[in-house]
């Protein structure tokens, strides 16, 4: 959230009415938007992960730049309801228990009681510990979901360089590079938004693309649609991995076919080894 300017009487009045109304509206305080295990953020491991549902949802965490979970805004607007959810967040709550996660090292081991399931939509660039973290855990068991774009344009009221800004470009190349993979980008494709051919509606735009290295540690990789997307077998986890993330970049409301490719997308969370 943004800093606050109010003057101190302001301050505590305005975080008062905030948590109130967070309690009326029965919103877990626990989780925070930049609040890690240690700062009381959301931690799925720690709080029971995969073996925790809520209405038999199964956990999924989210890691992500995009403001899919919270909406940007500061406390102001969130108290005038000035800020709207991101459509994705109802898409993906219709079947998940969707919980943030801030660093990759709260994950936990996928076999014993730790996530199991994750999805990384344009995230930021990993700590090195987190690269080894994500790594271990889909070895381990972990299924992911990975949206990683070369070239997204999303809007945001955060200026350039202001870090709570979605992330323009995906620097994953030591995790990729890790699992045989390497995102490229075509720079003289056309612009616009077209729709990707693959078994399912996938509408795209700017996209990049997958390249295998042959070079990657224990891991089975493929491309499919000309690169867009790649699918591995990674130990004994799998990761779906889409070399675009534009149909989450406007979250007031998803282009055609968005939210029948983001279902399409969850649902390999689920399907068999």
Sequence with gaps: MAVLTLAAGNRMRTLAALFAALALCGC???TGAGGGAEAGG???SSAGGAATVAADRPAL??????????????IDALLDGKTRDHWAKAVIARDYDLRPVDRLTQLGDPADGGV???FMAQPRALAGDENVALDTWVRGGGRLVLLADPMLE???????GDRRR???MAMLSPILARWGLELAYDEAQDEGWRMARTPAPLPVSQAGHFRLTGEGHDS???????GLIARCRIGDGTVLAIADAA??????APVEGAETALRAMLKTLEAPL
């Design 28 to 30: 877990n305080t626990d």
């Design 247 to 252: 149909l989450l970049q406007d979250g007031d």
């Design 116 to 118: 199991q399931r994750l």
């Design 220 to 226: 089975e990789c493929e491309t499919q649609a000309g």
């Design 42 to 44: 959301a931690n799925p």
């Design 154 to 160: 999303a809007h945001s009221e955060y200026g350039l």
């Design 166 to 168: 979605p992330e323009a």
């Design 61 to 74: 965490a989210l890691f992500t730049s995009l403001p899919i979970f919270w909406a940007e805004g500061d």
